[in-house]
């Protein structure tokens, strides 16, 4: 073992476990330290054990027993954990060395630490790291943003433990300054909320709607996986539609209907009103996971609302690939919202994403991990400007290609009370903006008329705004803001 590790990390947590059994199978000695001591000592004589790890017990052994520049990784939980472990190692470091946050940390709070440890001569990454425990272990995808000058110190050991794509490409590159790392994994998780949710929906209008077993549904997926659809989620829900209790029956049928989240979809929704970007698909899709919390409230309203009862009297083989269609148009209206999203926070940060870099990141190793990324990366091969992925040319076509099933789909399940919140708001997100003229102008006109707000006029030039005493007891006095 090397008398000094190439790197530390904090937090000996199942994610933090396996990062660093990640790192030291790359070759790589990893310093240990976790505030519950006995944590360290279970570590590295069970897991850890005879492998190059030097278990400190200590913020002054963690930080003698490191290579300078000292590298650090803190898993900790986000929020004021992170904020309280980084005053308490701060004065046994040097300048120059580097901190990494490699949990879900907040993007505003990643801007706020880089900024800080800066001006205290120190260096900061705040990484998103994707892959759950497994990722973690045998290589996640890993997104590291930050100090600029921290990257070349750190830049061989993430790209070792991270997933490799099938060319051997790291699924792990610089994503910008600041919080870029962490607003990218904050997208992510956004459209992972919103991978599932539709998933979810098909999978209930298979259930209720189409009357499918578990079993029938497994095969179904397991199908899916194979073609245009193959992707991380689509293989463990096939898994789980497949998966017997000990009597035999599917599990899946036995668990309480009602999701939990960290928070990171909500952050996603929030960041895009603020944005002013239409991030439909994923907000329903956090909202969907509220709805389903309220467990008690749904049992009793469904004693005393009514709707109509599912049935079907088509082909189902037929209306299942219909299915596959609109799941898969679904899909493309979430990342392309998610990419939206990216691009408006890249003007609004001075961020300077590579969208198709992204997409390989997200190729291997993460959750929503699948071949249709590489569809992304070629898109913006194509068109590194493209301002919508449903602009590029596969999208369109696929899109194109898709609508009729995608409408027969929507509108069979409304009209059987099957709710479909995400592929109905994806479908709406793309009718509005194909349409060359919303109805906003009379919204506009309706705010002026009670606000003062102003208009713009189609047969003027944009930039002029005008306001009308639609009563003819109002001033002429205008409102002085106006937005878009």
Not at 105 to 121: C, I, K, M, V, W
Not at 449 to 468: L, M, N, Q, V, W
Request: include cysteine; glycine fraction near 10%.
């Amino acid at each position: 073992m090397k008398e000094k590790a190439d790197i530390g990390l904090v937090g000996l947590a199942v994610m933090g476990e396996n990062l660093v059994l990640n790192m030291e199978s790359k070759g790589f000695t990893v310093a240990v330290y976790n505030r519950t001591t006995e944590k360290v000592d279970q570590f590295v004589s069970g897991r850890g054990k005879d492998k190059n790890i030097i278990a400190t017990r200590t913020l002054q052994e963690l930080v003698d027993a490191l290579e300078r520049p000292r590298k650090i990784i803190i898993m900790v939980k986000a929020g004021k954990p992170v904020d309280d472990f980084i005053h308490q190692i701060i004065p046994y470091l040097d300048k120059g060395d580097v901190l990494i946050d490699g949990g879900n940390s907040h993007f505003p709070d990643t801007n706020r630490r880089t900024a800080y440890l800066e001006n205290q001569g120190f260096l900061y990454i705040g990484t998103g790291v994707s892959g759950g425990e497994e990722g973690a272990l045998k290589g996640p995808s890993i997104m590291p943003g930050g100090s600029k000058a921290a990257w070349p110190l750190v830049k061989d050991i993430f790209q070792k433990i991270a997933a490799k794509v099938s060319d051997g490409t790291p699924c792990c590159d610089w994503v910008g300054e600041d919080g870029a790392g962490h607003f990218v994994k904050m997208v992510h998780n956004g459209i992972e909320y919103g991978d599932m949710q539709l998933i979810c929906e098909a999978y209930q209008i298979m259930k209720d709607m189409l009357g499918m077993s578990a079993g029938e549904m497994h095969e179904v997926f397991k199908a899916w996986n194979e073609g245009e659809l193959d992707s991380y989620l689509i293989e463990i829900t096939r898994d789980i539609l497949g998966f017997k209790d000990e009597d035999g029956k599917p599990l899946v049928d036995k668990i309480l209907d009602t999701a939990g989240q960290k928070g990171t979809g909500k952050w996603t929704g929030i960041t895009a009103l603020e944005l002013g970007v239409p991030l439909t698909l994923i907000g329903e899709s956090v909202f969907s996971r509220c709805l389903s919390a309220q467990k008690n409230e749904r049992v009793e309203a469904s004693k005393i609302l009514k709707g109509p009862a599912p049935a079907f009297s088509g082909n189902k083989a037929e209306f299942v690939e219909d299915l596959r269609q609109a799941l898969y148009a679904s899909k493309m209206v979430s990342y392309a919202q998610g990419y939206v999203l990216m691009r408006e926070a890249a003007k609004e940060y001075g961020w300077d994403l590579n969208y198709g870099g992204i997409a390989l990141m997200w190729r291997g190793g993460c959750i929503i991990r699948s071949v249709f990324l590489g569809k992304i990366k070629e898109a913006f091969d194509r068109d590194p400007g493209l301002r919508n992925l449903l602009l590029d040319p596969f999208f369109k076509e696929t899109v194109h290609r898709a609508q009729e099933s995608w409408r027969k789909v929507t509108a069979l399940a409304i009209s059987n009370g099957i709710p479909i919140p995400a592929l109905s708001s994806a479908l709406c997100y793309y009718d509005g903006y194909r349409c060359e003229r919303l109805p906003a102008n009379l919204l506009q006109a309706q705010r002026d008329y009670f606000g003062a707000h102003t208009y713009e006029r189609i047969d003027k030039p944009r930039g002029e705004f005008f306001h009308t005493n639609w009563t003819g007891r109002g001033g002429t006095t205008a409102s002085s803001t106006y937005s878009v």
